[in-house]
């Protein structure tokens, strides 16, 4: 049974000049970030439940802050569609719902917002979440949220590698060499080094299985 472990992300480009509250808000989403980034590819598996459990308390109250904006919904999605991946069992179901939960709500405020981050997130808990009747997981909803995901933003890092794992997952392995390629290619974030660093290792990683399966 599988669960979402690593989930996605890009980083806002702010241009001109920003309000106080704005100013606050990029710094909070970029701290969120970089803890998740540093607990995800830093911290050791046995510690990690528990520090995506204190990270995701802490986005929750960011989000319940400024429930009218977009970029707190879909990273305390993220961060607790993580938490569920290092919890594990059928504990981590409920997680998952609530995060797919906020994903919607976030959607229906800016769709488009932080790169199509939630369309890429949707279509990443769809494929790696059992389906009925254990949980919700629908593959051809994954599909359709990814092909938006990277219609809105084909040179997205996790855009790119959520469709090619998705790919290798169906045993599609030229399509999941394709991706899983194309983000090892990709220019690094510059403002989340230990990111870039740890999705590419991770797409790697995948890579080398798909073309095991490749003559």
Known sequence: MKYIYVIMMAIFGWTGLLQASELESSDKLLQLQHEWAHINYNVVEDQKEVAFEALAAKAHAWSAEHSDKVEPLIWEA??????????????????????RDLLLKAEKIDAQALNGSIYTSLGSFYYMTPGWPIGFGDDDKAEAYL??????????????????????????????????QKVIDLPNVEARPVYSKGRKAEASEKLAKAKKHIH
């Open 78 to 99: 993220i961060i607790k569609s993580t938490y569920a991946g290092a919890k594990g069992g059928l504990g981590a179901l409920s997680l998952m719902e609530e995060a």
């Open 147 to 180: 092909d938006k995901a990277l219609s809105m933003a084909p040179n997205d890092m996790d855009a790119n590698y959520f469709m090619g794992d998705y790919w290798l997952e169906e045993h599609k392995y030229k399509k999941a060499v394709e991706y899983l």
